[in-house]
Each structure stands twice: as C-alpha cells, then as structure tokens.
C-alpha cells in the first residue's frame, strides 16, 4: 500500500514537472478546447423547446410521401408502410430502385403509388417520386427502413407553423438497441445527437444536416433543392451519396430554417455487424466532409451550422496532432524532459481516469436516459478515439468516392468497375480520389510537422546552482531546477527538503571524495548506503536530476583515469536505485568540454567511460570558461557539444555553465545565439557558486564568483537562453 502511495506522489509530481516545461500544453489546450464547445452546445441545447401549433395551422396541410426503396426485407418494409398508413398522409409514392417486383408488389397492398425505375441511386428515386406528386403543401422522404410512430406525421408538421422553416426532422431512435453491441453504439451516438447538437442548432434555425431517415420539407423549399440534388457534379462528375446533407445545404443557402421536432419520433434499423456500421459511418463522414468543403463559398453565413462542421473537423484533427506529439517524444526518447518515467500501471491508469471522466461528465444526460450505458462507457470512449477518429480521416482521404457501402449487392467504389459511364468521366472520378486523398495526405504532413516543430521548441528548463537563497534571489528568471552539490557518502535529505519548499526541481551533482573507490563501489561495498540514498529520493516523490561523477574524463578528481572502474561504478549505482524503485531520478553524465584537445583526443578521452544508453537520460558536458582559456569561445565549445549530441544521441544539459565576467556580455550573447539553433539542449544550469579553481586561489581563472543580481543587463541575457 505504502508503495502504491509512493508512486500516486511520483506520479503527481512528474504530471507538474511536465505541465511546467510545457509538454502537455496541447493536450490542455485540447481539453479546454473540448469542455468549451461541449459547454456551448450544451448551453444552446437548454434553451431549445419543441414547436407547438395551439392555432391549428397545419392541421390541414397536405403530405407526400416519398419512399426511395431499393432492397429491403419485406417484413421491415410492411411495418413501414403500415406505420406511414397510420399517420395518414395525403399521398404514399413508393420509388423501387432498380428492386425486385415482390417489394413493389408489397407496395401496392398498401395502396401506394409505386413507380418503378431503373436503378439510379436514391437521388433518382427522390426526383423520380417527386415529379409524380401531387401538388401537396408538404414533402416528407422516407427511408425504407424507418418506422413511424403513431402521431408521428402531425407533430413533425408543426414547425410549419412557422413561414421561415423550410425543413423538420424528428427524433430518430435505433430499433431494439439492446439486440447486440453494434445496435447499442448506434442508438448511444443519436441520442447523444439529437440531445445535444440538432437541439443545439434547432434554435437558431440552422441544422446542418437534417437526417435522411424522415425529412419534412416545404415544398417550395424542395423543388429546387431537389433540381441541385440531382444536378450535382464535381469536375463533371455526378455525386451519388450524401442527398440529405445536400437538401439541408440547399435549404440554409436560401435562406430557409431548418429546425429540430423532438416529439415526433420513428424508429430505425442499424447494421448488425460491426463491419457494416463502420462502413456507414465512412460513408456518412465521407458526404459531410465533402459537403462542408463545397459549402465553403456561403456556410459562414450560417455560423451555427458552421460551427458544427468546422469543429467536427477541427476535433478529428487535433487528436491526430495529439498522437502525433505522443509517438514523437516516445521516438526521440526526450523521457528526462518530455516524459517523466511515471510508473507504467500508474500511466496507464491515470490516463484512463481522466479520460473516461472528460468524456464520462458529457455522458450525463445518456446515463440518465439509460443508465445501463455507464458500465459500457470505456468500450464506447475506445470506439469513438481509436475507430471514429481514423474513420473521419480516411474519410476526408475519400469524400468523392461515390459507393454506398453498405449494401453486400453493391460494389464500394463503383465508379472503378462500372463501364457504363464515358471513360472521361470515370479518369475525372479518379482524378477527384487522387486530388482528396493527396490534399489530407499534406494537410496530415503539415500537422505533424508542426507538432514535431512544437515539440523541438518546448521551454528550456534553467537551472541555478546555489544555495536557497541564490535560487530565490533569481527569480525574476523563473528558474525551475536547483542545483546543489552533495560528497558521495553524504546525504540528499536536506538538499531535497529545500527542494520542495523552493517548489524546485532537484539536481544533484554527487561528487567523488578520497578514500572511496571506484571499484568499492562497483563491487557492492556502498550498495548500503547507495540503498538508503535511494529510498530518501523515492521517498520524496519530486524529479530528482543526479549527475555522477561530473568532469570524470578530466584529470582533477579522485576518479578520473579508469574508465572500466567508473562505467561499473556507473551501472552499480544506477542499479540499487532501480531496484529500489527510485524511478523519479534521471541520470545526467557529465564530461567535461577539455577545450585543449583536438577533436581526435576528446573522442579518445570521453567515449571509455559511456556507460551505455539505457543508464544515461542526458548528457550534461561542463562549460565553464575561465579567463585563461579565452581561446575557446562559445562557437568553439558548441561545436565539441554538437559532436557529443550526435554521438550519444541524448538530449543536452549544460550541466554547469557559468563565465568569466569581463566576458559575460559577448559570452552570454553567443550562447543566446547558439541555444535557438539547439533545442535538443534541453537545460541550462547557471552556477552561483565559485568554481573550484576560484574557490582554491589558483592563477588564472578570473573573476568567477560574481552573482547575477548585481548584473541586470547579464541577468537578461541569461533569461533568453530559455527560449
């Protein structure tokens, strides 16, 4: 238990190291942008009330109904027609598709007009029924597949009441949603639909999309929706799927409401296959997403429906970026800035809560309709993040393709095998996939360049090495690490307790002290007090920065000169704290620069003691320069650092940085400049303390124990370097 609580502290403390280095900037703004367009739509939702007609003006109107059928069963379509009887409408006209004589003969029984046609999709059979209707006041289109419920037909007429509406749609609700899984998702996504978006939209008129299951329009509203129905074409090519988004679009440009009757309801079928949903699901994506493209020259004008579309498409693309940034940091290995090593059931199960709970809160009025959902919601939250969202990309990649796809008798891309059409019409069909498919190619390319841009321009953490006060007397900095310098053998626990009250990140540098060896500790001989260390660190639950053995391929320290010794000395110490489940530390390896070698003996003097990647989470080179070595400026020491980035392939501390100040100006404006070219240099820690040469009186290391609040021009310079 206490282990369980030892780890919930870690995690909660890595969760605030990345919120202040700014990895999860993203998301945050994702999730704010979410809350706020649910908010929205949930304000809009509230105020909507369904029409009512106490003057009995549309208790006379006259009805045709037109019901587009190409195969269905004939049980289905009996419990169709005999509901549409029931609500007795002016005039039945049954369109057979290119269907079978038993479905118009099953027409016939119930006293329609059946016309039947050769098979030209639903927006022939619209067009078809319609140019034979009667001259009615009122058209309603009718799936083949929805069932009205008795007093139906009156309600969704009321709305009519109103001379500004030009089109109704009721509610609509899956038959027998409890059948199976694929029926249950069905009926969860309209709910969730009509009880808040089509509310959302009905009260200012503009539904974007009034569902082609049942549709009421005026039929001065109808006549020339219908002409641009059947007369749609892209580059040439006639478009066969998405007639509702089309009749509805119509509608908004010509200045007619669209609106929303919740008390009329019908019932309709789903697919029963998850195969078949998902397809449908494309396909209505696909007329959607094209739609709103085309609607580009007049939608604004409609900022409501506008908002719908654009936000669906927004949406869609924001959690690509979101992945996207995911696979990035866990790619570049950035675990020492970008993803703390949050122990991988706490992740999982953070991550799960509070995504379950976003979405969960959202889902309240479901659950409250039916809470036999709320068990159910991590499979649905799965399905509309890892089904929905790469269904709407591949349907931005394919929105002129013109297959219905759910339908076993008919190709998906007939388009590709139908010979009848002209052979130029066919090459502009596929011209049109290539130009889509091309352009979502890009826009997705665009996107993850720019979260790869993003994450590659992250906040540079600065660092001050110095006491408590020489960290808060640089606060004008924001620095978020303080170092400090703790003798192998001494204890973090004070170090680490100043730490948290500085609200800092830890740094440690563990110094090499006479009389303990390397090889004493790689042979085990410290592993106790090694042990005790570790636990104060997972103890204290922070990020905790531990640089070993700085400037080891130097010549200064006790443990310089064996390489062997001090990569298993290296590998030892890493160990215990891994074991000991001290996961909040990150391991920075710290050579120095030895700006006197060439390139050649640098490469000899350091690459010996790489203890190998899985024990180093940065590498963290010193780059003090003292007035002696004057020589080798900014540009120079750079140069060495690029080679060590290359080389090691980890992210870059200047682990100790700090200069001669009668060079600080051109120093720090050089390092300014170099920073912005290096973002894989990842930290800046700036030392208050006096450097060992200063400290020990020796020749020629200048003046090194000047502090930044007696220089403000320096003090800014340094601010830049955080990017």
């Not at 870690?10 to 649910?38: C, D, E, K, P, T």
């Not at 020589?631 to 980035?645: G, L, P, Y």
């Not at 009668?662 to 700036?686: F, G, M, N, Q």
């Amino acid at each position: 238990m206490l282990d369980w609580a030892h780890s919930v502290y870690s995690g909660i403390f890595a969760i605030r190291h990345l919120v202040q280095q700014g990895a999860v900037s993203l998301f945050l703004v994702f999730l704010a942008y979410v809350w706020a367009l649910w908010s929205l739509k949930a304000s809009m939702a509230s105020m909507y009330q369904p029409y009512t007609d106490p003057d009995g003006l549309t208790k006379d109107l006259t009805t045709s109904v037109i019901v587009p059928v190409y195969d269905e069963p004939e049980e289905t379509f009996r419990a169709v027609l005999t509901a549409v009887r029931r609500n007795n409408p002016t005039e039945v006209i049954v369109a057979v598709d290119g269907g079978s004589a038993s479905i118009a003969t099953v027409a016939a029984e119930y006293g329609a007009h059946v016309l039947r046609i050769a098979k030209t999709g639903k927006r022939g059979a619209i067009a078809a029924g319609f140019a034979v209707a009667a001259n009615t006041d009122i058209v309603v289109v009718l799936d083949s597949d929805t069932v009205w419920s008795d007093g139906m037909l009156p309600e969704l007429l009321k709305p009519f009441a109103d001379p500004r509406v030009g089109g109704v749609t009721p509610t609509q609700r899956i038959m027998s949603p409890d059948l199976n899984p694929v029926r249950r998702l069905a009926d969860w996504i309209e709910d969730l639909r009509y009880s808040l978006t089509v509310r959302a939209q009905s009260i200012f008129g503009q539904v974007g999309c009034l569902p082609g299951r049942t549709i009421a329009y005026r039929r001065s509203a109808f006549e020339d929706a219908v002409q641009a129905l059947t007369g749609q074409k892209v580059l040439g090519v006639p478009m066969k799927i998405g007639d509702d988004r089309v009749l509805t679009g119509e509608l908004l440009r010509a200045g007619w409401r669209t609106v929303y009757q919740s008390t009329a309801l019908v019932l309709t079928e789903a697919p029963d296959t998850w195969v078949r949903f998902w397809r449908q699901q494309l396909r209505w994506a696909r007329s959607s997403q094209r739609e709103t493209v085309l609607s580009l020259g007049w939608i604004l004008r409609k900022p409501v429906a506008a908002l719908v579309f654009f936000s669906d498409i927004v949406t869609t693309l924001m959690l690509f970026a979101l992945v996207n940034l995911i696979i990035t940091h866990v790619v570049q290995h950035d675990g020492d800035r970008y993803m703390p090593d949050i122990p991988v059931l706490l992740a999982v199960s953070l991550t799960l809560i509070g995504l379950l709970a976003s979405v969960g809160l959202r889902q309240i009025g479901h659950f409250r309709r039916k809470p036999s959902d709320i068990p159910r919601l991590p499979m649905f939250v799965a399905q509309m993040m890892f089904v929905m969202v790469p269904t709407k990309i591949a349907a931005m990649a394919t929105m002129f393709h013109n297959g219905w796809g759910t339908r076993a008798s008919e190709d998906i891309y007939p388009e590709m095998f139908d010979t009848t059409p002209v052979p130029a019409v066919r090459v502009r069909q596929i011209a049109l996939n290539a130009i889509s498919l091309s352009l979502t190619i890009c826009l997705l390319m665009a996107i993850a360049f720019a979260v790869n841009a993003t994450a590659a321009t992250q906040p540079r953490q600065l660092g001050i090495i110095g006491t408590s006060a020489q960290f808060a007397s640089a606060k004008s900095l924001h620095p978020s690490i303080r170092g400090d310098y703790v003798p192998f053998g001494g204890d973090f626990a004070e170090s680490l307790v100043l730490d948290q009250h500085l609200n800092a990140t830890a740094y440690i540098t563990w110094t090499a002290v006479p009389g303990i060896t390397l090889a004493q500790i790689a042979a085990g001989d410290e592993d106790a007090y090694l042990r005790r260390e570790a636990d104060a660190v997972r103890t204290y639950g922070g990020m905790v920065y531990i640089r070993l053995a700085q400037e080891f391929n130097g010549n200064w320290f006790s443990w310089s000169g064996d390489p062997k010794a001090f990569v298993a000395a290296w590998r030892e110490v890493w160990t215990v704290f891994h074991d000991a489940g001290a996961t909040n530390v990150r391991w920075v390896w710290g050579p120095d620069l030895l700006t006197n070698d060439n390139a050649k003996q640098y490469a000899a003097a350091t690459t010996p003691y790489w203890p190998g990647s899985k024990y180093v989470n940065a590498v963290g080179p010193t780059m003090v320069e003292f007035a002696a070595e004057s020589n080798c400026e900014v540009a120079c020491r750079m140069s060495r650092i690029d080679w060590i980035h290359k080389t090691y392939g980890k992210p870059v501390w200047l682990a100790e940085t700090k200069v001669d100040l009668a060079e600080a100006k051109p120093w720090l404006t050089s390092l300014d400049a170099a920073l912005v070219r290096r973002p894989w240099i990842t930290a800046v820690a700036w030392s208050e303390t006096p450097s060992r040469g200063e400290a020990l009186g020796q020749a020629g290391t200048g003046e090194m124990d000047w502090q930044l609040p007696g220089y403000p021009r320096l003090e800014s310079l340094l601010a830049k370097a955080q990017g």
